[in-house]
């Protein structure tokens, strides 16, 4: 099977614009309100790699969202803030969806 490039490419520069808006809310959050903190992007593994950042930042808490998914799909998927609560060396505060 052949793959379009382009439509590749296409797809993940959409992906990158869509994550770089939703860093640049965060980030205009964090400063409205004051908070001490930053937003790090970080590519592969989503648990591991919240954990590799705050122990490289030497973070004091971790500040996380879950989707809600239910318990049998939590099991089959994976959830990472249930990994990052098991796996951090420092507080996690997880933030239910509305």
């Known amino acids: 099977m052949s ?8 797809l993940i520069e959409g992906e990158e614009t869509k994550v770089k808006k939703l860093a640049a809310k ?3 959050l964090v400063k409205k309100y ?3 903190g930053k ?3 970080v590519n592969g ?5 919240i954990i ?3 122990e490289d930042e030497k973070a004091a808490m971790i ?8 318990t049998i799909r939590r099991k089959l ?3 990472v803030s249930e990994y990052v609560i098991h796996h951090s060396p420092v507080p996690v505060l997880v933030c239910r969806q509305e």
Request: avoid cysteine.
């Open 3 to 10: 793959v379009d490039k382009s439509l590749i490419t296409n």
């Open 26 to 28: 965060f980030e205009d």
């Open 34 to 36: 004051k908070i001490e």
């Open 39 to 41: 937003i790090v992007r």
């Open 45 to 49: 593994e989503p648990g591991h790699g």
């Open 52 to 54: 590799k950042v705050a």
């Open 63 to 70: 500040v996380t969202g879950t989707r809600g998914m239910g």
């Open 77 to 79: 998927l994976g959830s």
